[in-house]
């Protein structure tokens, strides 16, 4: 598509993702679980702008790798015996008769480390997943778009997002500071020494920033009399109240069935009632909002169209999405699961490029 | 456009108000400077303007506050965000978003400006303090400077009849405060905004200012033009205590004023020579660095410097911000990195030695040293110093008292004032004896008196023989203090020498004095008066 550089809605990449995720659940299938990574990292490759947080997709891989790692390793420490091909064998540590049911080491086969394996890559895909939606969308920026009425609290989150790595810099500061004075004592004396000056730091700091905001017009309330203000935010809590009690009614089967769908369509009334009340009181603007137009629908429907279409396997041929582990088989690629690869790395392409900024000059960055 | 009708605000737990019984009124495009000592109000003042006093900060406030005809009684900060611009004293603890252009446009989504004129006022404002190239920029990766003025485009774009600005300029080299104070007088002149500035460093906004508000210290204000307070007020910049030596009424406060009157100054100062200063010590080498080279990655920040610093001798280590004059100091001390080079002072290389011996050799004040202090009361930590520096008990708080005379035991380090705090850090350095010290930017939010006693202090120390660098933005305590200036940039030393050679002819590194008698090599007032008494 020839369309211009610019920035996608944030929420059409999460949603994106979120359907890659709900696809990479449906399956243990290695083949297709490693395709839907790969259709993740090429949207990531082509679509990711060179922001800061762009570059975290790579964390995520590692993250996922380590997740299949642990799994495999906790299959060959506790016992991975069920299973006729014996790869090999471990010299097994006798327990106590109390911990019967555990054993450690022993005997490892082949069906116990593929069904970990298939456990691990399952869950690191669907990590990969979020991960992709992370590294395209600035998750400030998707904080941005929560309801008016919860500006507040979203602020609120933003700034402590900001403040954690200033802490972190503090901490490194005062630390450094320490040897100075000979960096004497340890353990919670030095502890100490560098807790007290980082956190009074990031009282200071934060005091500074509330006042910055207060000053520059956050949380004006306009003229809205108090006793709406209160009405709303009193019905915004009810109603979540009210949703919880509800969920928990549908859940738990011995309470009365009275508690279960009512309260939570009752309550999800109200919060939104509360929502939409609080939110027209807020007057406030936003500047350059992400638009919402036709690649952001299509990077949707796919992220969707990814997750429908593995359910629909489910549904056709669900030998395709678990291969079976007792007989030993290898795992086959059906023609529904590709289908909904090529579905899912669509936007790589469907979408327009990011936007190219002046890159920060090296010295600065450091 | 701002009116202080009988203004008081006492705080809680305080004896005295912190301004007493204020009458004024700041008329519209004017450029008000607001001087007084440390703790005399300025901040208070300041802050009363846009409702922070007391909405924010507690206290009492008698009297009334009107701006543009609101109260501040009954609209608190955010109600006068359209009216008043207010920007603190570090502009990054301020800063709420990321990049400069979501910052600029924040106080604009606040007031529910409508969208297509958000972004017309972003475009100018971006225009205006000619930072269009940083639009993108992630906040934390811009210069002092740079980030100062996203500060006051942050609350410009705003378009507020009022603005406040809390010391713009006391965190910034030369040039950076000359690009701020020209933003700041763009604002007034081209823009008829009035403007409100609180700044110790009077040389560098007292020839701009239509006004000054001077806080004597009791609380009261005195209101008038910048030239007559100035010529009997107890705090003066250079040029100032120059004129009132001279003889001028009114004493000058520009450099072009200053040199236009000083012909006959210079005639009879013609035949003096400006006095030397005495050095302790035998001159030996204290500390010898050859080829250190810190990097961060991919950035170099000291690219092969070799130091040698000399026992009895002040160094003035200057360069505008990020030349890496901080990186040196610390891989001079040995606690921060060194990826090359040798430094050996007192025989070893003090990043080899323990902690704990490597101060022994050479001290380090770091920019902010209230890192350094952690415990309750100034009592324990001077007794937590003695014990660290394995020092005889009371050493510390014989040295306090030597620097900071009469500071109380029980008072908690943090309430002490910016010259107290630095005292108290200095004396817990100096318990360990080491004969090098090296101080980073020491005199940030210090007023004349304090940088007057300071000057003092490290003087005395280099008479008796401690090898000391200072890295300073303040051109005006260099003079007053170095004996040699070595100057930094982009990681090297691009000038060494002694401090008149140095500075005199420099146009950024030039203290008044030298800039108002060149080509005389004279570098302070009191040098001039000593010469003519």
Redesign the interface.
């Known amino acids: 598509m020839g369309t211009l550089p610019r920035a996608v809605h944030p929420g059409a990449w999460w949603l994106w993702a979120l359907g890659l995720a709900t696809a990479a659940s449906r399956t243990t299938n290695p083949i297709v679980l490693a395709l839907i990574v790969a259709a993740a990292g090429a949207v990531v490759a082509r679509r990711r702008g060179d922001a ?1 947080w762009a570059l975290a997709f790579r964390l995520y891989l590692m993250l996922g790798g380590l997740i299949v790692a642990s799994r495999l390793l906790f299959r060959v420490v506790f016992g991975g015996g069920g299973g006729v091909h014996v790869l090999f064998t471990l010299p097994e540590v006798p327990l106590p008769a109390w911990a019967a049911g555990i054993r450690l080491f022993g005997p490892v086969a082949a069906e116990e480390l593929l069904s970990g394996l298939y456990d691990g890559i399952r869950l690191a895909a669907m990590l990969i997943c979020l991960g992709a939606a992370n590294a395209l969308a600035n998750p ?1 920026r998707l904080l941005k778009l929560v309801p008016a009425a919860l500006y507040e609290a979203g ?1 609120a989150v ?2 402590a997002l ?1 403040v954690a790595p200033q802490l972190a810099e503090s901490v490194l ?2 630390r ?9 004592g340890k353990g919670v004396h030095a502890l ?3 807790l ?2 980082v956190l ?2 990031a009282l ?2 934060s005091l ?14 306009g003229t809205t009399p108090r006793p709406v203000r209160l009405a709303g935010g009193a019905l915004v809590v009810g109603g979540l109240l009210g949703v919880c009690v509800g969920v928990y009614g549908l859940l738990d089967a011995t309470t009365p069935r009275a508690l279960g769908l009512p309260v939570l369509a009752g309550g999800g009334v109200a919060a939104a009632a509360g929502l939409l009340y609080g939110g027209r009181r807020v ?7 992400d638009p919402w137009r036709l690649p952001e629908t299509l990077t949707a429907l796919c992220g969707a169209g990814a997750g429908a279409l593995l359910f629909a396997t489910a549904a056709v041929d669900p030998a395709d999405l678990y291969p079976s582990l007792s007989p030993l088989t290898w795992p086959q690629l059906g023609v529904l699961p590709a289908l909904a690869v090529v579905v899912a790395a669509a936007p790589g392409w469907l979408t327009p490029p990011p936007p190219a ?2 890159p ?1 000059p ?5 | 456009m701002i009116e202080f009708d009988r203004v008081s605000v006492t705080y809680a737990g305080a004896g005295a108000p912190a301004i007493r019984d204020v009458t004024l009124t700041v008329g519209e495009g004017e450029l008000c400077l607001v001087a007084g000592h440390t703790g005399t109000g300025k901040s208070t003042l300041l802050r009363a303007v ?1 409702g ?1 006093v007391p ?2 900060t507690g206290g009492t406030l008698a009297g009334r506050v009107t701006v543009d005809g609101r109260d501040t009684r009954t609209h ?7 009216v ?3 920007v ?1 004293q ?1 502009p990054l ?6 990049t400069v252009e ?1 910052e600029l ?11 297509p004129v ?2 017309k006022r ?1 475009e100018e404002t971006l225009d205006l303090l000619g930072i269009a ?1 940083l639009r ?3 906040l934390r ?3 002092g400077g740079q980030q100062q003025r996203v500060a006051i485009g ?2 410009l774009t ?1 378009h507020p009849r009022v603005v406040v600005l809390d010391e713009p300029t006391s965190a910034l080299d030369p040039t950076a405060a000359e690009d701020v104070l020209a933003a700041i007088t763009r604002l007034v002149h081209d823009l008829g905004i009035t403007v409100l500035v609180a700044e110790h460093r009077l040389e560098r906004v007292a020839h701009a200012a239509d006004r000054l508000l001077y806080l004597a210290g009791d609380g009261t204000v005195v209101d008038g033009p910048p030239a007559d307070i100035l010529a009997t007020a107890a705090i003066a910049p250079p040029i100032v205590e120059l004129g009132r030596i001279a003889g001028w009424s009114p004493p000058p406060l520009s450099v072009r004023d200053a040199r236009r009157r000083a012909g006959p100054l210079r005639d009879r100062l013609a035949g003096h020579e400006p006095p030397t200063r005495d050095h302790g010590g035998d001159g030996t080498v204290g500390l010898r660095a050859t080829d250190v080279v810190v990097r ?4 170099v ?1 000291v690219t092969g410097v070799d130091l040698d610093l000399h026992a009895g001798t002040v160094v003035a280590l200057m360069g505008r911000n ?1 030349s890496g004059k901080s990186s040196l100091l ?1 891989a001079l ?1 040995g ?2 990195p060194r990826q090359r080079g040798t430094v050996t002072a007192g025989g070893a290389d003090p990043a080899a030695l323990k ?2 011996d ?2 022994r050799r050479v ?4 920019q ?1 040293p ?5 415990l309750d009361t100034v009592e324990a930590e001077c007794a937590a ?1 003695d ?3 394995a020092a005889s008990a009371g050493r510390c708080r014989a040295l306090l008292d030597g620097l900071a005379p009469g500071i109380p035991g029980d008072r908690h380090p ?1 309430d002490l004032s910016e010259g107290q705090r630095l005292a108290l850090v200095l004396a ?2 100096l318990t ?1 004896a080491p004969p090098v010290l090296l101080l980073d930017e020491p005199t940030r939010g210090l007023d004349y008196t304090a940088k007057h006693r300071f000057t003092g202090i490290v003087r005395d120390l280099a008479r008796r023989g401690t090898a000391i660098v200072v890295a300073t933005h303040d051109v005006e305590l260099v003079a007053a203090l170095a004996d040699r200036v070595v100057v930094m940039a982009q990681g090297e030393i691009v000038a060494d020498g002694p401090t008149a050679d140095i500075v005199v002819a420099s146009p950024t590194f030039a203290p008044q004095v030298a800039k108002v008698l060149h080509p005389q090599p004279w570098l302070t007032a009191a040098d001039v008066a000593e010469a003519l008494s």
Do not use: C
Not at chain 2, 107 to 115: D, F, S
């Open positions: 800061p400030k602020t933003i700034v900001s500061r005062v450094r500071a320490r040897r100075l004075r000979g960096g004497a100490r020494a560098i007290l000056p009074a730091d200071d700091r500074t920033l509330a006042a910055a905001m207060d000053s520059r017009g956050y949380a004006r309330a007057r406030r603007s936003r500047y350059r909002p900024f002046a920060v090296a010295e600065v960055a450091a | 846009n922070l909405h924010f608190p900060p955010r109600e006068l965000a359209d008043v611009g207010y603190g570090d603890h301020g800063f709420v978003t990321d979501e446009a924040y106080g604009l989504e606040q007031l529910a400006v409508p969208a958000m972004r972003v190239d993108h920029r992630p990766t811009l210069s942050a609350v705003a961060y990655g991919r950035h920040a990020g610390w001390q606690a921060g902690p704990a490597a101060r001290g380090l004040v770091p902010t209230a890192d350094l202090l952690y110093a014990r660290e520096a943090r817990v350095q360990a």
